[in-house]
């Protein structure tokens, strides 16, 4: 059974910093894209930061600057340094392990709160 678990969420003050982790079990293919996603009420799921398969890290723009992913995709660990917090980034931050070679899959955790204090 496969499972993303993440973790490191928590409230923050603005201007703070937290460190996301999420922890993949149970996939046997290599070649996983990693990713972190965030969802705040009432508002579509968005792209925060990727790491391709080769390792490089793509973050949003609107995060550029600020958060930092790293992790590992023969391991399929991924991290998440958000410094800089603002009160609007307050959300559910989701991790991902995205496949498209066959055979292709998207998991998905189940996420970790951020709330960020004005």
């Known amino acids: 059974q496969v499972q993303l678990v993440e973790s490191g969420g928590g409230l923050v003050q603005a201007g703070g910093s937290l460190r996301l982790s999420c922890v993949a079990s149970?996939?046997?293919?290599?070649?996983?894209?990693m990713g972190w996603y965030r969802q705040a009420p009432g508002k579509q799921r968005e792209l925060v930061a990727t790491?391709?398969?080769?390792?490089?890290?793509r973050q949003g723009s609107s995060v550029e600057g600020r958060f930092t992913i790293t992790g590992d995709n023969r391991k399929i660990t991924v991290y998440l340094q958000m410094d800089g917090l603002k009160p609007e980034e307050s959300a559910v931050y989701y991790c991902?392990?995205?496949?498209?070679?066959?055979?292709?899959?998207?998991?998905w955790g189940r996420g970790t709160q951020v709330t960020v204090s004005s």
């Open positions: 149970g996939i046997r293919f290599s070649g996983n894209a």
């Open positions: 790491l391709t398969i080769g390792g490089t890290a």
């Open positions: 991902s392990a995205r496949r498209v070679m066959t055979p292709a899959y998207n998991y």
